[in-house]
């Protein structure tokens, strides 16, 4: 069973949702490190995309991502709204107009965004931002794909990896974004961008079962 | 938390709209994406300078738009940097055929969105150029880090920046002073309380009743370590040592020393600091030779100042000393 245009459509209304959910969580955990406004970012972001989704739904898979790109990069500001734009726009570009999805093309688009992630904001795995969320998250999702699972078993693995990856930043020393500058004080901090990685994926996961 | 608010998502809309109330000789404000114009913007043939970044700041940029100062400011929600869309918009309603200089502080934020902006510029065949702002000394300059932080330099650089732009440098000269003055600027900020974010409406840290946050960034960032509140003389001489070995400043230097309030200081202890600190600073030999005291680049309520140095010569005094006339800081008109 494939994933179309209104499926991610569908999965984007409910990252909207648990974004919502679990705002004053992200703040809150960017309070004590960073500047607070992570989660209110990616709620006014997640919540702009839907509004757009409500206008028109594109055609592909490909051209709802691209959608949430633009307007992720339009509406969140901060880091996150480069850094989850250019995400969602490379796995956007990786899906070209293919018009429906197996667990394989699921994965591609994950490991297209993670690099995407990569190259914006030159993070690597260890220095507590969401890339250490993401890059468990996506060679989980390939592992998946290739045993032979299908799209919703795919999404939930990649889920579990990145909860994993995003408890792994607390006890790093952060090296990139605002919580750098903490130093060893950001040790023993859960990074926002990962728990916000992880609830992220969760939310994919919950929609494809 | 208690604050002269209405709702805490307009409250930047509603500030940039009491701001073109109040000076709309100087300058005009357009609203989403929000954008403020010098009200005689685009001038033609002249290097057009914009600056931004996120809102909490005043007067820090908005202030600094008109004659002589900045051509366009691009504010972002409260600490969040504004986005591409929003940079752009400055840009092209104050670019022309000399191109424009983009001034932007280094956070990760900042630094992407405006990066973003000047590659759409280009796209439209802009020249759009960009000077990255990393005077605090308190944040190691290494590749652990997102790297220095733009600070107090800030306000001093958009100052003499501008004064180029205004007397027809071309955006190569323009560009080459802001690396200059970047190159000469270092600061350090001390918090004794948080600020409070609207949006969140707790303090964005806590301090005890006998801490001082030392090297705070503008966003209520916390600094590079927590010490035990001190005499001002003792404080001053503190923030004085880490500024004077970085660049490092040296006797016989001339300097112009800005001494800002981070919001919640007020003027009798800011004058006391700026005191202490020109007292300091000719014992060891080093001249103050132009001053700015006042609260420029601030972090919402949060008390606490500022210290910056930045060394003169006599071309940076005169672009210094050249008439400005803005919200926040004016004279010589």
């Known amino acids: 069973m494939g994933c179309t245009a209104s499926d991610v459509a569908r999965a984007l209304r409910a990252v909207s949702e648990v974004v919502a959910e679990h705002r004053d969580e992200l703040v809150e955990l960017d309070r004590v490190i960073g ?70 093309g699921v994965a591609g688009a994950l490991r297209a965004g993670l690099e995407g992630v990569r190259a914006r904001g030159k993070a690597e795995q260890g220095d507590a931002t969401m890339v ?78 | 938390m208690k604050k002269i608010i209405n709702d805490p998502a307009a409250v930047v809309a509603e500030s940039l709209a009491g701001l073109a109330v109040a000076h709309a000789d100087l300058l005009r404000v357009q609203q989403d994406p929000a954008v403020v114009v010098r009200a005689d913007a685009p001038v033609n043939g002249r290097v057009a300078v914009v600056s931004g970044g996120g809102s909490g700041h005043e007067p820090l940029h908005g202030g600094f738009v008109g004659p002589g100062m900045l051509h366009a400011a691009v504010p972002g929600p409260v600490f969040t940097s504004p986005t591409p869309d929003a940079v752009q918009a400055a840009i092209s309603a104050t670019t022309g055929a000399a191109g424009a200089l983009l001034l932007v502080k280094n956070y990760t934020g900042d630094v992407l969105n405006f990066e973003t902006a000047a590659e759409l510029a280009a796209a ?27 600070v107090g330099g800030t306000v001093l650089l958009e100052k003499i920046v501008g004064a180029a ?8 000269t323009v560009e080459a002073l802001a690396r200059r003055v970047v190159g000469q600027a270092r600061s350090i900020g001390v918090a004794l309380t948080a600020p409070v974010v609207p949006h969140v409406g707790t303090p964005s840290f806590e301090l005890g009743e006998n801490e001082i946050e030392f090297g705070i960034g503008i966003h209520g ?38 001494t800002n309030s981070m919001g919640g200081t007020p003027p009798m202890e800011l004058y006391l600091a700026h005191g202490i600190a020109e007292r300091l600073l000719g014992e060891q030999g080093i001249v103050v030779r132009r001053r700015l005291i006042g609260p420029y680049i601030t972090s919402l309520e949060m008390q606490g100042i500022s210290l910056t140095l930045l060394k003169l010569d006599d071309e940076l005094t ?10 926040a800081l004016r004279w010589g008109v």
């Not at chain 1, 995400?87 to 570009?93: E, N, Q, S």
């Not at chain 2, 732009?165 to 190569?172: I, K, N, T, V």
């Open chain 2, 165 to 172: 732009a205004e007397r027809g440098d071309s955006l190569d």
């Open chain 1, 35 to 104: 500047d607070a406004d992570h989660g209110e970012n990616l709620q006014r972001g997640f919540s702009a995309v839907v509004s757009t989704l409500d206008t028109a739904v594109p055609e592909t898979p490909g051209a709802v991502l691209k959608v949430a790109a633009t307007t992720l990069i339009s509406k969140v500001g901060g880091a996150a709204g480069p850094l989850y734009g250019t995400g969602f726009l490379r796995a956007a570009t990786t899906l070209a107009d293919r018009s429906e999805l197996d667990p394989a």
């Open chain 2, 221 to 258: 960032e916390p600094g590079r370590e927590r010490i035990q509140a001190e005499p001002a003389d003792a404080l001053v001489d503190r923030m004085l040592r880490a500024v004077l070995e970085d660049l490092p400043f040296q006797r016989g230097d001339e300097v112009l020393l800005f």
């Open chain 1, 132 to 209: 250490d969320a993401l890059i468990p998250a996506v060679e989980a999702a390939e592992r998946a794909a290739e045993a032979g699972d299908g799209i919703a078993e795919v999404l939930s693995a990649a889920a579990d990896a990145a909860d994993k990856g995003a408890e792994s930043t607390v006890p790093l020393v952060a090296r990139k974004g605002r919580a750098s500058y903490l130093g060893e004080r950001s040790v023993g901090h859960l990074d926002p961008g990962a728990r916000s990685t992880a609830l992220l994926l969760r939310a994919l996961a919950g929609a494809a079962r």
């Open chain 2, 318 to 327: 005169e672009l210094w000393d050249a008439p400005v006339r803005t919200a």
């Open chain 2, 124 to 150: 439209e065949d802009l020249d759009v150029r960009s000077v990255v702002i990393d005077d605090d000394v308190a944040v190691a300059d290494s590749t652990f880090t997102a790297g220095r932080r733009g």
